[in-house]
């Protein structure tokens, strides 16, 4: 069992499906079987920041000599390149349940 895989029943996510989370600000994953939820932790969090945010930064920085667009681009370019690696190293924990 790793990391992405649901501690309730064993289904396993998708690097689509941790992708597609890190760039929708990381709502709750839901697991596609039992529809438990998952959260990626605050520690993931901030690694995505340091891996991806910081990157695009710098190189925002590097290229202040272009013009705005394709400094843009090039910068979401960097940052999504990035972030194909990214899921590999998170981690996820079970939401609370809310029992209404
Ligand atoms: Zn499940």
Redesign the pocket.
């Known amino acids: 069992m790793n990391n992405h895989t649901?501690?309730?029943?064993?289904?396993a996510f998708t690097w689509k499906n941790i992708f597609k989370n890190i760039w929708t600000a990381y709502k709750p994953m839901k697991?596609?079987?039992?529809?438990?939820t998952y959260k990626v932790t605050n520690g993931s969090q901030a690694l995505v920041t340091l891996l991806v945010i910081v990157p695009m930064l710098v190189f925002g920085e590097l290229l202040s000599m272009l013009s705005l667009l394709p400094k843009l681009s090039i910068m979401i370019f960097v940052g999504f390149f990035i972030s194909l690696f990214v899921p590999f190293l998170l981690k996820y924990k079970q939401e609370p349940v809310n029992k209404n």
């Open positions: 649901c501690i309730e029943c064993g289904h697991c596609q079987k039992c529809s438990k």
